[in-house]
């Protein structure tokens, strides 16, 4: 992978809830615009936009309808090449995300296919007549969203196959003019000037001959069958040779339940696929087989799943480090303590990520150390997947009201699509109109403006991490090495190379830790260079506070 992407640094920008510049509740690309001076002042040299694409926002814009169509509630083509020359002329880049797997109902291949039907290979779609008389879907597949992920029409009198919600039909890529018609689309936006991708489920394009029925699973049945399937990297290979090739684009594919072993595939240096994959491994820390079955967070299972993917994927592969997402609950209310050392451990969880070796995925609002929201009623919730889990819950499960409103107040991804924060003044500066989606109702004390003036807000941490990643070399590409393995609280990891060691040290916990620095680093040339306390000098006893992080430097940097 060349420099310049190794020291790319990414922000996810939510836009429906980054900034809303036309009063209308939802943020718009005007609104990014709007906000490129505090981007640069971040310090980050690359925003991921969630989709923008013409939706029927089943999903929040992960159903597109038309590929190559802005949404209006965003704004047009004309304000995103403004918006994509803006961001240049600051040196930020910009990776749009792309949903390959699936597309929206209401997509003109769809209502074609829906119409006309033909042959399996020649479908745009996966369509089955089910079994036992058409009576039954084709197989026991489940959806991502609860229920089975096949839907019946009465146009075709056959069943089309859905992974995530039924509005949207998962593509055909078995059949070479779907691929070639999605390879256009990368190239409509390659030629506007995008400098990268995000590949929504990317893992899951290609699925078994004859769709065999599952193995039943209370994650989701029939997984075996599509993810990694069979002609995934011959996939991604071809579009990677016909399309990417040769172009200063980074790509990382969202890769759901990957191990590192599995994930080298798609982001080894010569495999000629993407740069890297986003897993789920830490993710799962706080759950059980389905991200629903929430159980206790242990750091320390945290800390061996970071560990792992640093170890595993070198020297051939590169992570993706990320603790947040639109997906995912809020990083300091899942892995740290917003209650007695909130500041403290949402900077103490940047610092153990972002020292590791991968590109940093900063998502909107995670800078301000934005937390869960406290929503008390289903009515304040507007995921798809939220309100599907609640229902099966209660009408299948038999679920009491509060059990499942307790699991969506710690898991809902509306967690992280609250409006970002920027300000105490009404709906906390995101808009002058009442937003899609409650804000968090913590705004008047947690926000951008008030950071802005503290030197010592989580704010001003990250670009203090940030710079720090642009000046010392040795964070991107030394090697890694950790100490303390089975520690239940304690990270010390280095990183080095010939010239440098940068040493990391940090309490998960929330108690007072005592330890001995290994006798190999000598405690006399080291220089302590960040803090998320007092900085302090290396001595061979080490104390340190609750959630309390020291880096240091050793050597010539
Ligand atoms: O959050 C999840 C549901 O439990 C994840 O499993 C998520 O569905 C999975 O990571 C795939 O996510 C991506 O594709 C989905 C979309 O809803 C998500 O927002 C997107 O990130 C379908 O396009």
């Known amino acids: 992978m060349n420099d310049w992407k190794k020291n790319t640094i990414i922000y996810q920008i939510y836009p429906k809830s980054y900034f809303d510049s036309n009063h209308d509740g939802s943020g718009d690309l005007e609104g990014i615009i709007q906000k490129i001076p505090y981007l640069k002042s971040l310090g980050i040299t690359m925003v991921w936009l969630s989709p923008i694409y013409l939706s029927p926002m089943a999903d929040n814009g992960y159903d597109i309808s038309d590929y190559r169509a802005i949404h209006p509630m965003f704004g047009n083509l004309e304000i995103f090449k403004r918006l994509v020359k803006t961001l240049h002329e600051n040196e930020i880049k910009i990776m749009m995300d792309l949903v390959l797997n699936h597309s929206s109902d209401e997509h003109p291949w769809f209502k074609e296919s829906l119409n006309k039907p033909s042959s399996s290979e020649e479908d745009f779609y996966i369509w089955r007549k089910g079994q036992k008389n058409n009576r039954k879907p084709p197989n026991n597949w489940t959806s991502f969203f609860t229920g089975k992920a096949w839907t019946y029409k009465q146009e075709r009198d056959a069943y089309y196959l859905h992974l995530f919600g039924h509005k949207q039909p998962d593509l055909n890529w078995e059949n070479e003019r779907v691929r070639k018609e999605l390879y256009k689309i990368v190239e409509f936006w390659i030629d506007i000037g995008v400098d990268g991708f995000r590949m929504d489920v990317i893992n899951l394009i290609s699925k078994r001959k004859g769709l065999p029925k599952g193995k039943f699973s209370i994650a989701l049945t029939g997984k075996e069958h599509y993810m990694n399937g069979p002609k995934v990297h011959q996939y991604l290979k071809e579009f990677h040779q016909q399309v990417l090739a040769e ?11 990957v191990s590192p072993e599995e994930a080298l595939k798609y982001c080894h240096k010569d495999a000629d696929e993407l740069d890297m994959v986003f897993h789920f491994d830490h993710m799962n820390v706080d759950s059980f087989n389905n991200k629903w079955f929430i159980r206790p967070f242990k750091p320390k299972k945290l800390k061996k799943v970071l560990y792992r993917w640093q170890e595993e994927l070198y020297p051939d592969g590169w992570n993706a480090l990320y603790f947040e997402n639109h997906d995912q609950p809020r990083s300091v209310s899942r892995f740290g303590n917003t209650k007695d050392y909130y500041e403290r451990s949402a900077k103490m969880l940047a610092t153990v990520l972002y020292l590791q070796r991968g590109t940093p995925y900063i998502y909107q609002g995670q800078e301000i150390g934005m937390q869960n929201v406290s929503f008390t009623d289903l009515a304040q919730y507007r995921d798809i997947e939220t309100l599907n889990v609640y229902d099966i819950g209660r009408n299948k499960l038999h679920f009491t009201h509060r059990r499942m409103m307790k699991k969506i107040r710690y898991m809902s991804r509306d967690n992280a699509r609250t409006p970002m924060q920027w300000n105490a003044q009404a709906n906390a500066g995101f808009s002058s109109t009442e937003p899609w989606i409650e804000v968090n109702p913590n705004y008047p004390n947690i926000n951008v403006e008030i950071q802005e003036s503290d030197p010592h807000s989580i704010l001003n941490y990250y670009r203090q991490l940030i710079a720090l990643r642009k000046q010392y070399n040795v964070i991107i590409e030394g090697d890694f090495k950790p100490y303390y393995v089975n520690h239940k609280a304690l990270y010390f990891y280095t990183r080095s190379d010939e010239q440098c060691t940068v040493i990391v040290i940090a309490n998960h916990g929330e ?47």
């Open 511 to 557: 108690k007072e830790l005592a330890f001995d620095v290994p006798n190999e680093f000598s405690t006399e040339h080291t220089t302590p260079i960040l803090s998320n306390m007092e900085k302090k000098p290396l001595q061979r006893t080490m104390k340190l506070a609750p959630y309390e992080a020291q880096v240091y430097t050793i050597g010539k940097v």
């Open 247 to 257: 172009k200063a684009l980074i790509t990382v594919g969202e890769t759901v339940f």
